[in-house]
């Protein structure tokens, strides 16, 4: 058969511009690395083979998406619409992403094409249509600290359950580990503060 492509690989990754995100969006490029060397190994395998014209090696690419939505969500917004106000806060999603591109790749060449994108949706639901290749594979940084989490079942979780493709949940680092101790500590302390405070009328809780 005449030389045909393979589709290139394509590395989706979440990025919020938390050091957990960041640490996803450098492991992701380091995949599509891998990637990329895998396919160059089976195409000197082949040449090597006498099969040059066999299939070819696709590269790989990462896509990198900063999900955003209107201040209240969607279901806010309709209630309350505010265009001006809808237009400062994609301005600012567009500024936080090329802020986490500048400091994950500092100006250099990451060595494999990227491509960034803002979209306005809820996160995991972003992530997940993007990623919608079997061949894909979806990175994620890991969770926020339980304070930030609020209600909603964290992105990862839900990209876990429900992705077409595999999906790589990049532990914590360890700066962001030492970071959340400080503002576990802080809010122990707040709410330690709180109840002491409540108890302090009648003399005992």
């Known amino acids: 058969m005449a030389g045909v492509m393979a589709e290139p ?29 895998r396919a160059v190994g089976r195409a000197v395998g ?12 696709g590269g790989a690419e990462v896509l990198v998406l900063h999900a955003w939505e209107p201040p209240g969500g969607e279901f806010g917004y309709r ?10 806060v994609r301005a600012a ?10 400091e994950a790749f500092g100006g250099a060449d990451p060595g494999v094409p990227v491509t960034a994108r803002t979209v306005r949706g809820e996160p995991a639901a972003v992530l997940l249509a993007a990623a919608d290749r079997p061949g894909d594979l979806l990175v994620l940084g890991p969770s926020g600290p339980w304070w930030r989490r609020g209600l909603h079942r964290p992105v ?3 990209c876990v359950r429900a992705a077409r493709c595999p999906v790589l949940v990049v532990p914590r680092p360890e700066l962001a580990l030492v970071l959340d101790g400080l503002s576990g500590r802080g809010v122990d302390a707040e709410l330690r503060g709180l109840v002491g405070a409540g108890r302090r009328p009648g003399g005992r809780g």
């Open 79 to 88: 209630r309350s619409p505010c265009p001006p106000l809808l237009s400062a």
């Open 9 to 37: 690989v394509r590395v989706v990754v979440g990025v919020s511009g938390s050091l957990g995100s960041l640490a996803a969006l450098h492991r992701a490029v380091a995949e599509a690395r891998r990637a990329v060397g």
């Open 46 to 57: 082949r040449t090597v083979g006498g099969a040059g014209s066999g299939t070819g090696g």
């Open 93 to 102: 999603a567009e500024e936080r992403l090329a802020e986490a591109l500048a």
């Open 156 to 158: 990862p979780t839900r």
